[in-house]
């Protein structure tokens, strides 16, 4: 059975979800006098850039999934974007949340929060709750929750729950349960405290350090790995086990080393992390485009570790591309005015819908408006009440079905605008990937100059001894053999 024919139908028209969250302002920022720059319009998914060098530039737009402001609060992204994806995890799929951006963009917070503070828990925390909640409610079904933690730093695979993080884990493969991590420790976890617990201890042992950019900047890929088995008895009076699987992902900061004056060790983590982030794009593009016929997952670990989820039972897997090959030009540009004239059409539609519900809405206040005159005329309290129960009943499914219309419409129209906007944002985006190839080239050119050096220095010592030894050894041979001749 495929995952499509498994998952539930509001599951399946989604593909890979991408949600942008902007944080305020901090305090040094502010006291240095910078600005935003951006202008986010939530109901319609969109980011305006704007040029603060040159104000008649236009701006750039971006949409997404969607949007949250700097006002946004934890619980409403989690509502909102994830609690569908946790839930499918409870029902025995895969699922990866991934935290990106650039260092200081409020990653951790947004994954952790502050879990002493309610309204501050980030979405692992909210995770927790809700899966545990979940299992509190059910009547015939048994749970096993099990936590796994591991980070992965300069390439090498730690796991933050064992007792000696220095020793390095391997990737291994088995043909039934797919990639794992050898000996890493599992706990199992019976409530939110005992998996918050779990989750403290790796903290305290993950790699962090201070750069230009943030003060307790993360050195390292962590990965939370929360397991959920559950076994309930089927139709047939056997036993059925269903295994899902939630990976939390906060990655390492994505940045340039200009910007975070990143030398030595520093400079080395910032480009091992370029590189994994840089992998981990390669292969969730190859995803996308349903042309590829190799995905690159082994170019990293941390993109070989989550195979299993990126390939099989996320969202990747329900993308639904429509390549056109070898199409004539002029049947493709029909093909495209055809498909805008259709959207068109059903946008006149939604109108006309949406006209239709705010006429309803205007019988329903008149409606009501009479039943208060009627109760101010002396009609009996208790029948006025009966009356006006009565009327809201009768109008809830018309106003039930509003907000359906209202998200197909914003759906619709953030459609023409990708599509208008499509030519644009494909020459952006080679710009980008080539700005960044060669960002990274440099990168790489510059630690392989860094370690060159060393090479030579090292070279230059040992050259040093040998000649110090020749010397030594040159004058102590002629010392012998004039001993042996001198007369005795």
């Known amino acids: 059975m495929t995952v499509d024919d498994q998952l ?3 599951v399946k028209q ?9 944080r305020p302002l901090s305090n040094v920022e502010i006291g240095q006098g910078h600005q935003s720059i951006i202008s986010m319009y939530p109901d319609r998914g969109l980011v305006e850039l704007r040029n603060p060098r040159d104000l008649e530039e236009p701006s750039k737009d971006f949409t997404f999934d969607a949007i949250y402001n700097e006002s946004s609060k934890q619980m409403d992204l989690y509502d909102e974007t994830f609690r569908d994806l946790v839930d499918s995890v409870l029902n025995g799929f895969n699922g990866t949340i991934f935290a990106y951006g650039q260092t200081g963009t409020g990653k951790t917070y947004t994954m952790e929060g502050v879990p002493s503070i309610p309204d501050e828990r980030g979405v692992i925390y909210n995770c927790f709750e809700h899966i545990f909640q979940h299992i509190a409610r059910s009547r015939n079904q048994q749970y096993l929750v099990r936590a796994s933690y591991l980070e992965i730093y300069q390439e090498e695979l730690r796991d933050l729950l064992s007792k000696d993080d220095r020793v390095k884990l391997e990737l291994k493969e088995k ?17 939110v405290e005992e998996i918050q617990r779990v989750m403290a201890v790796g903290n305290a042992n993950r790699s962090v350090g201070r750069t230009n950019m943030n003060e307790h900047s993360s050195r390292s890929h962590a990965i939370f790995i929360i397991t959920v088995e559950c076994c309930e008895v089927g139709p047939d009076g056997q036993n059925h086990i269903r295994v899902g699987r939630l990976n939390l992902v906060d990655l390492a900061g994505s940045e340039r080393q200009a910007k975070t004056g990143a ?7 910032a480009t091992k992390i370029n590189l994994s982030l840089s992998a981990l794009g390669n292969v969730i593009s190859a995803l996308v485009d349903g042309r590829s016929t190799h995905i690159p997952y082994r170019d990293s670990k941390l993109t070989r570790l989550l ?19 070898n199409e004539d030009p002029k049947d493709a540009m029909l093909r495209e005015f055809q498909e805008r004239r259709r959207i068109i059409a059903d946008l006149e539609e939604r109108q006309r819908q949406l006209e239709q519900e705010q ?15 009627k109760l101010l005329g002396g009609t009996d309290l208790l029948d006025h009440t009966r009356q006006q129960e009565a009327e809201l009943e009768h109008r809830r499914p018309i106003l039930a079905i509003m907000i359906p219309f209202q998200k197909r419409e914003r759906e619709i129209l953030q459609q023409l605008e990708r599509q208008e906007d499509d030519t644009a944002e494909i020459h952006q985006t080679y710009s980008s990937l080539q700005q960044e190839a060669r960002n990274e080239l440099h990168d790489a050119s510059l630690l392989h100059s860094q370690e060159r050096q060393d090479l030579e220095s090292s070279v230059t010592e040992i050259n040093k001894e040998l ?3 020749s010397v030594i050894s040159y004058h102590f041979v002629i010392y012998c053999y004039l001993s042996e001749f001198s007369p005795r």
């Open 263 to 269: 030398t030595g060790q520093r400079f080395k983590e």
């Open 467 to 469: 000649k110090l030894k």
């Open 359 to 373: 006429e309803a809405q205007r019988q329903v206040a008149e409606t009501i408006a009479k039943m208060e005159s």
């Open 8 to 10: 539930p139908r509001s």
């Open 175 to 191: 043909p039934d349960i797919g990639v794992y991590v050898k000996d890493l420790t599992t706990f199992v976890t019976k409530s």
């Open 307 to 325: 195979q299993g989820t990126l390939r099989y039972a996320n969202r990747a897997k329900n993308i639904k591309n429509k390549p056109k090959i």
């Open 14 to 22: 989604e593909a890979v979800r991408v949600v942008v969250r902007c």
